[in-house]
């Protein structure tokens, strides 16, 4: 199976809420790579190129998110190609900034945390012509990076950010249970699932891609609900590829009884745990 590009149905963007925005502003641009669109008081908004891919927002005397929560375990960018990758992994390495890495059998990825502790992913997917897939489900791992490997691929050049063409590859959240969040991201929104078999998690997708949306229990049945007084995720944007597709889905979440926000160009659903989910049209910000 090879992925099918978008117009999909695929995650566009993130809005956070921050304590501090100047100490998160700096934080964005000068680790992870992105650059200011525009600013206005207390707000941020950051991308590659003139694509937006995440807004910063800061709060008033926020709280700090509990170690163990639901909603945003990361957000993850995907650059065009290794080589970017490479690039990012060596600026890390000559700049002693912390990063977890692994690689996934579809992907190569680093994984940081920003200033409110929110996960962040920067990776790179392997060619999907070598990705395995058996009866409907792929096959992913988590295996150290190859870190020589990849190096050897960097530029030479001095590091000035992510590249033009990243994008939101995929978002990873925290639920409660997995039969509550497929109903809410499967039957509802209209995802396949593509991994059931990973310990404590759920990965669903369309157009055969490895995975967009993230699901596990790693935080227990019990972890707190998203609460809008704490640092953290606002809401994402899940971009649907025709008015068709998305009416579709807001059918489904009134049949369910899902409360639905409509504004401009958007509808917004809580999910089970509390996020905030935009629904929008391709094309569409």
Do not use: C
Request: overall charge negative; charged content about 20%; aromatic content about 10%.
């Amino acid at each position: 199976m090879h992925y099918q590009q978008p117009p999909q149905t695929y995650i566009g963007q993130v809005k956070l809420r921050v304590a501090d925005l100047a100490q998160s502003v700096a934080y964005y641009t000068k680790v992870i790579g992105l650059h200011i669109i525009e600013e206005e008081q207390g707000k941020v908004t950051l991308g590659t190129g003139n694509k937006i891919l995440l807004y910063l927002e800061e709060g008033q005397n926020l709280q700090s998110m509990p170690e163990r929560h639901a909603g945003l375990y990361h957000f993850a960018l995907l650059l065009p190609t290794r080589a970017d990758l490479a690039d990012v992994v060596k600026f890390y390495v000559l700049n002693r900034v912390p990063f977890g890495a692994s690689d996934h059998g579809v992907s190569e990825a680093v994984y940081l945390n920003d200033p409110d502790g929110n996960g962040i992913e920067i990776y790179a997917d392997k060619p999907d012509k070598g990705w395995k897939w058996i009866d409907g489900e792929i096959q992913m791992t988590t295996d150290p990076l190859d870190g020589d490997s990849l190096l050897k691929e960097a530029s030479k050049e001095e590091w000035n950010g992510l590249p033009d063409g990243t994008v939101m590859g995929h978002i990873h959240l925290y639920m409660r249970h997995l039969g509550e969040a497929a109903a809410f991201y499967n039957d509802v929104l209209g995802f396949q699932t593509v991994v059931s078999s990973y310990p404590g998690a759920l990965f669903v997708s369309t157009g055969n891609y490895h995975h967009h949306i993230g699901l596990n229990t790693w935080h227990g049945a019990n972890a707190p609900s998203v609460n809008s007084d704490e640092a953290g995720m606002e809401w994402f944007t899940i971009v649907f590829p025709d008015e068709e597709k998305l009416q579709a889905a807001i059918k489904r979440a009134e049949s369910v009884g899902s409360p639905i926000k409509q504004e401009m160009n958007s509808y917004t659903l809580i999910d089970p745990v509390g996020s905030k989910v935009r629904l929008i049209v391709h094309g569409h910000n």
